[in-house]
Each structure stands twice: as C-alpha cells, then as structure tokens.
C-alpha cells in the first residue's frame, strides 16, 4: 500500500535557554532545601534552648506560685479579733464592732459569737479605727500588720473607768472634744458635758497624750499626759487648758516682708507620754503656740521653705504669752564645681562640713550631682569654712563668701584640688 505522503521522523533537540531555566529550577530547589534544613535547625536549637531556659525558670516560677500562696495564707490570718465585755465584765454576745480603714475609710462589720468573740480578717496592713456599739464614742486605732492578729478586747478585765473635768484657761468648767492618744497611737475619745465632766469606761492602762478640740481648734495638752495604772478600777485626772503660750512674728530679714505658711513645732514630754505642739505663720507672719506649761523649758523649731531653719529655746515663766519677732534668712543654692590642677572635674570628692557663725551644718558625703557639680541648698548669705577630701587628692581647706543671690549652676563656685 502506498500512501499520498512520505513519512519522515524529524529529531528536535532542546534549545539552550531551555536547558539553562531547569538548571536554574534545580539550583534553586538546592537553595530552597539547603534554607529548610537551616531554618529547621535554628527551630531545633531554639526549641531546645526555650526547654533549657523553662527548665531554668521552672523553679522561680514554682517560687512564685509559692509566695503568691504564702501571702495569700498570710492575708487570710491578718485582721483583728478580741473580745466584747458587758456590765460586770461578763462576755456579750451579738454586739456589732465596726472596723474602718484609715487610708480608703472602708469600713467593714461583724458580730460578736455566744462567746463573746469576734474576728476579722483578710485586712490590708495598715491602721484601722476600731468601734463597738456597747460603748459608743471609744473609738480606738491599731496597727494591723501582716500575718498577725491584732487583739481588741472591750470592756476588757484590765480595764478601768477614767474620768475627771475639764477647766479653760480661766479655771471654769467647759464643754469639750478630748482626744486620748497612746504610744501604739490608739485613739480613744470623749466628750465633756456643760460642767466640763467627762468618762471614759474601759480604759486600757497606759500612757497617753491629750488633746482638747474647743472652739474648732485643738489644743495639745502637755500637762493633761496621763498614766493609767493597770488593775485600777477607777483613775481621775481634770484637765486644765493652760493659758501659756508662744507667739510672735517671722519675716523675711532682707525684705521685712511677714513669711506666711512656717511650720513651727515643740515638743514636750509630761508622766511619760511625749507629744508635739504644731502650729503655722498666718498671712500677716503671725504665730502662736499655746498649752505650754509654766517653769518648763521649749525648743521651738521654725521650718520654712526656701528660708534657712532656725530655732529657739524659750524658758516659760508665768506671764501668759511671750513674744518673739523671727528673722528668717533666705536661702539660695551654694553650686560648687570641684575640679583638680588639670582642669578635670573630681567626681568622688567629699564635702565633709560647712559652717559659720549662724549656721552649723554637716553637709557630707555630699553626691556629686555630675561632673564634679555639688550643691548645697539650705544656707543663707555669710562666709563659710569648707572642708573637702577625696581619694588620690590632697585634703582641701577653704572659706566661701556667699553672696546674697548665691551660686548657681551656671555660675558655680570653683575649687581646685590637687591630684598627688
């Protein structure tokens, strides 16, 4: 058979840019599986380095779980408890003690039990007045500390009724807010009727500072610091408003100008209690310390800001008031820039004292505040005697005369000491 056509076999060869595309391909898979089994061995090394470190950080994090466990059954036993005592120190039962935090004034309630018992807990540390209802206006504040119990018994067995009157300056009986403070700063109060006579029943024995409220003020009673014995039943104490007292002016010794808001302060000590009587300079300067007592001798400290702190020591006689006019120094920053004889900051250097004739102050180890810069903030114009030492330099011993703008910053006072 023949056919129309002749039949031939034509041989097709690859062309070159075909063979060099699947030369790419195959490097590129090389490349590709090269990068894969990089890759997959940084996974496995830092999949083994996370199981090193979880091994690592397992038993800090077991720690933690523990103390969050331990705090958490410290916080369960931290509150308070006690017990209620009614009329012939017989234990109550069913009467509301109510606890209020100082800080968020939270208050928080429970019952005594048919023991007489009550309790609770779960308190943040901190201090907490204390009230129960079968004696109103004992009002009593604790220090609640963490993991402990603190104990308030009321009506308590060695407790005593402490009662007395209270008389103004002028010996007549008046009406008044008393505030008894102890060492654990418990607070308990009372209240004076129009006689001026006053109760407390269940006082725990102790020493305590009194403090009268009458006419919107308080006043701490230096001479009213009581003792209250234990196994006493009945204690009496009047107390007298005394009618002793500081006053006087402050102003600014430049200008002359009153320096308003000064805090001034005192303290006392009176049967073994110990107090402090506190008082501010108004707009006009002015200022009084009252309460004090006749014969006694007072430290008064001046404290004001942007002013040198003074004091004076007042001996009290029996006039009712003695008066003081206070000159207050104004204070501006002493900078000083301490370098050696090649012009390099010292930065460990010492200023060990500063002193005058007014002023008496240690000032060191005063810190650098950076690169050799000190400052010294609450002295006033005058000449100063300085002292300065340093490791690997010779000691330094100078006077400094201050000037009324003082030396600031930008324009320190300058003192080379000399590297050995």
């Known amino acids: 058979?023949?056919?129309?056509?002749?039949?031939?076999?034509?041989?097709?060869?690859?062309?070159?840019?075909?063979?060099?595309?699947?030369?790419?391909?195959e490097e590129r898979i090389v490349e590709l599986?090269?990068?894969i089994k990089e890759l997959t061995e940084q996974y496995e090394s830092r999949i083994e380095s996370l199981e090193t470190l979880l091994a690592q950080k397992q038993p800090l994090a077991l720690d933690c779980i523990e103390n969050a466990k331990i705090a958490e059954e410290a916080l369960s036993n931290t509150g308070i408890h006690g017990h209620v005592y009614g009329s012939g120190r017989r234990l109550t039962q069913y009467i509301d003690i109510r606890v209020t935090a100082e800080n968020t004034k939270k208050r928080q309630s429970v019952t005594s039990?048919?023991?007489?018992?009550?309790?609770?807990?779960?308190?943040?540390?901190?201090?907490?007045?204390?009230?129960?209802?079968?004696?109103p206006g004992d009002s009593v504040m604790l220090e609640v500390l963490l993991g402990k119990m603190t104990t308030q018994d009321f009506g308590?067995?060695?407790?005593?009724r402490l009662f007395g009157t209270v008389y103004d300056e002028s010996g007549?009986?008046?009406?008044?807010?008393?505030?008894?403070?102890?060492?654990?700063?418990n607070i308990i109060s009372a209240n004076s009727d129009e006689n001026g006579d006053y109760q407390v029943l269940d006082m725990p024995p102790d020493h305590y500072t009194v403090s009268i409220r009458k006419s919107g003020s308080w006043w701490n009673i230096p001479a009213a610091s009581i003792k209250v014995p234990e196994n006493q039943s009945e204690t009496k104490h009047d107390i007298h408003l005394s009618s002793l007292s500081i006053s006087g002016h402050v102003y600014d010794e430049q200008t002359r100008e009153p320096v308003p808001n000064v805090k001034i302060q005192t303290d006392y000590e009176s049967d073994?209690?110990?107090?402090?009587?506190?008082?501010?300079?108004?707009?006009?300067?002015?200022?009084?310390?009252?309460?004090?007592?006749?014969?006694?001798?007072?430290?008064?400290?001046?404290?004001?800001?942007?002013?040198?702190?003074?004091?004076?020591v007042v001996s009290m006689k029996k006039q009712k008031i003695t008066n003081y006019d206070i000159g207050l120094i104004p204070v501006n920053p002493l900078w000083l820039f301490i370098k050696d004889q090649f012009n390099?900051?010292?930065?460990?250097?010492?200023?060990?004292?500063?002193?005058?004739?007014?002023?008496?102050?240690?000032?060191?180890?005063?810190?650098?505040?950076?690169?050799?810069?000190?400052?010294?903030?609450?002295?006033?114009?005058?000449?100063?005697?300085i002292g300065i030492t340093a490791d690997g330099y010779e000691p330094f011993k100078g006077t400094i005369i201050l000037p009324k703008k003082g030396y600031p910053k930008d324009e320190p006072f300058q003192i080379t000491i000399n590297r050995l």
Request: proline content about 8%; glycine content about 10%.
């Open 344 to 385: 390099e900051p010292v930065e460990e250097a010492i200023v060990y004292s500063l002193n005058s004739e007014s002023v008496s102050m240690a000032v060191g180890p005063l810190p650098p505040e950076k690169d050799g810069f000190f400052v010294i903030r609450n002295v006033g114009p005058g000449e100063y005697k």
């Open 156 to 160: 308590s067995k060695n407790l005593g």
């Open 113 to 135: 039990n048919e023991d007489g018992y009550y309790e609770i807990k779960n308190l943040r540390p901190g201090f907490y007045y204390t009230e129960c209802e079968l004696y």
């Open 33 to 35: 599986e090269e990068r």
């Open 1 to 25: 058979m023949k056919y129309p056509f002749k039949h031939s076999t034509t041989k097709v060869e690859a062309r070159p840019h075909d063979r060099g595309e699947e030369i790419r391909k």
């Open 172 to 185: 007549m009986p008046v009406k008044a807010r008393i505030q008894f403070m102890g060492p654990r700063y």
């Open 272 to 312: 073994g209690a110990r107090g402090l009587i506190i008082t501010e300079s108004k707009k006009d300067g002015y200022f009084i310390l009252e309460g004090l007592m006749p014969d006694e001798e007072y430290t008064v400290g001046f404290w004001p800001e942007g002013y040198a702190y003074k004091h004076i």
